[in-house]
């Protein structure tokens, strides 16, 4: 299969840590990139090569993978981070984008 | 600074034709492939495909080949994304993004994530 699996929704409160996870076979093979979502707006970059931060993403972003997922890490979250969190990834033969549908993450 | 600014939000009718654009600055841009995203209302988000504007190579994603077209203009550093007869289920937001690239021993490839992305451009069919 080549869909990327991801749950619909995440809720914690400020300053826990919030782990969001991706699952899909093609994640053996391919990274994992992660981006950040608020409403209106595009989205934007947070986690590369399944863990790796680009420049201007606070540390507290982070990534990491095992096998068939792989999870995103928010130690410490803000009240700002509140977001949808998207997956995405190739699939199996290198060739097509694929991308998770998402996960709303609620800081209550 | 990579900029990629898109035109604005279009309401058509089912049947009609639609091209919306993606102007790019901030560096060259027949280096970078440049892609499409689709988001449909409440959705997440879906590729559509990607473009390589110095010599017009296109991929699609099975779910979109024949549904769009993807093109550029070279001399106006700008990509399209077009529609001959729209459906009421191309509503949508679509985005276009920078694909990142890597070099290595004097060859360049694109990595497979967006590093740069457009505002976005509604995309609503309704008769």
């Known amino acids: 299969s080549n869909e990327l699996t991801q749950p619909p929704s995440v809720s914690l409160s400020p300053g826990q840590t919030a782990r969001i996870t991706c699952s899909g076979d093609a994640l053996t093979k391919q990274f994992a990139y992660w981006y950040q979502q608020k409403p209106g707006q595009a989205p934007v970059l947070v986690i590369f090569k399944d863990n790796e931060r680009p420049s201007g993403i606070p540390e507290r972003f982070s990534g990491s993978s095992s096998g068939t997922t792989v999870t995103l890490t928010i130690s410490g979250v803000q009240t700002e981070d509140e977001a949808t969190y998207h997956c995405q990834s190739a699939d199996t033969s290198g060739v097509n984008w694929v991308f998770g549908g998402g996960t709303k993450l609620t800081v209550l | 600074e990579v900029q990629l600014v898109q035109s604005g939000a279009e309401v058509k009718r089912p049947g009609e034709s639609l091209r919306i654009s993606c102007k790019a600055s901030g560096y060259i841009f027949t280096d970078y492939w440049i892609g499409w995203v689709r988001q449909m209302p409440g959705k997440g988000l879906e590729w559509v495909g990607i473009?390589?504007?110095?010599?017009?190579?296109?991929r699609y994603s099975p779910s979109f080949q024949g549904q769009a077209t993807l093109s550029v203009d070279k001399s106006t550093n700008t990509a399209y994304l077009q529609w001959t007869s729209l459906k009421a289920s191309d509503t949508a937001v679509f985005f276009c993004a920078r694909p990142s690239r890597h070099c290595s021993g004097g060859n360049c490839f694109a990595a497979f994530f967006f590093d740069s992305w457009g505002q976005g451009t509604l995309v609503t069919v309704s008769s």
């Open positions: 473009i390589y504007p110095d010599d017009s190579d296109t």
